[in-house]
């Protein structure tokens, strides 16, 4: 899915970017992609990893040209491609996250709608669900992040690697490391300059605060929930897995599988090619949107 070939029909999909002020709300503003915004059926697609439009907004529009009816809508969240950053957090990022994305929703006179979450963006996604149930009409989570080493390496490389670093001791620093540096290139003097103003121990409490939130959970069926948390969603789920091995030490099968027993009105599928994963995604998206 990342940085996905171009589907028959994606090139002529209808495209609006958006740059969305989720102020005063929350002190934000989020780099938005449309494709087919004249679709009846809103779906949200959250990038995974350290990810963004541009590693994964090709493959929300191969999803847009499936079907016409489908608007597909996908962000950079915080921190991330074009949006702005803010490391003044009072939770983890993933409650951050869905903080945003609740307000984004009503920016965009989106009542509720299914969404799509990959990896760290199923978590977003989760939380979402489970603290505005009202706005998520279903979920699908493609893939699920689980497991110690998924646990103790995400952590690490998002995260806790920033926080040990002691030779970031300003955002000029902060700046000249790989991810960062190339948040700062591909973004406008008025982005850099937000960067910029970030408060030093801001951003490192942050990285510090969600990477050991994200270790705590090596022993959890995925990172970010607990179980009682999944057994408490009260939203239809699917879970897709792009592949069926047995050993993904990221997104394990077995971790896929237990959600499912605990995730209410949940299935699991193995989906590894775009058709396959379309042809999951559409009936299982108008039998569960509220817009039909």
Do not use: C
């Amino acid at each position: 899915m990342f940085k996905a070939d171009p589907a028959p029909g994606s090139d002529s999909v209808r495209t609006e970017n958006l740059s969305v002020n989720l102020r005063p709300d929350r002190d934000m503003t989020l780099n938005v992609e449309i494709y087919n915004p004249e679709g009846s059926i809103p779906l949200i697609v959250t990038p995974g990893g350290m990810g963004d439009i541009e590693g994964f907004g090709g493959f929300a529009k191969n999803l847009a040209a499936a079907s016409s009816d489908l608007k597909v809508v996908i962000m950079d969240r915080r921190n991330l491609g074009r949006s702005e950053v803010s490391f003044v957090n009072t939770e983890p990022l993933s409650g951050e996250e869905a903080e945003d994305l609740h307000v984004l929703l009503q920016r965009l006179d989106i009542d509720s709608a299914i969404f799509y979450g990959m990896s760290s963006g199923s978590r977003s996604n989760m939380v979402l669900a489970e603290r505005y149930p009202e706005q998520v009409d279903a979920l699908i989570i493609a893939p699920l992040t689980g497991g110690p080493v998924a646990a103790q390496r995400l952590s690490e490389e998002y995260f806790l690697s920033f926080s040990r670093d002691d030779s970031l001791t300003s955002m000029e620093a902060v700046a000249q490391t790989p991810l960062w540096k190339g948040y700062m290139e591909r973004n406008s003097p008025e982005l850099q300059k937000i960067f910029m103003e970030q408060d030093i121990n801001d951003f490192l409490g942050t990285m510090k605060m969600t990477g050991e939130y994200l270790a705590s959970f090596h022993a959890k069926t995925t990172l970010g929930m607990t179980d009682e948390q999944l057994m408490a969603l009260n939203v239809p789920a699917t879970l897709i897995l792009h592949h069926g091995q047995e050993i993904d030490f990221l997104h394990p099968k077995v971790n896929a599988r237990s959600a499912t027993t605990l995730i209410q009105n949940s299935t699991f599928e193995i989906a590894p090619s775009l058709q396959a994963i379309v042809d999951e995604v559409l009936p299982f998206v108008r039998q569960y949107t509220s817009a039909l």
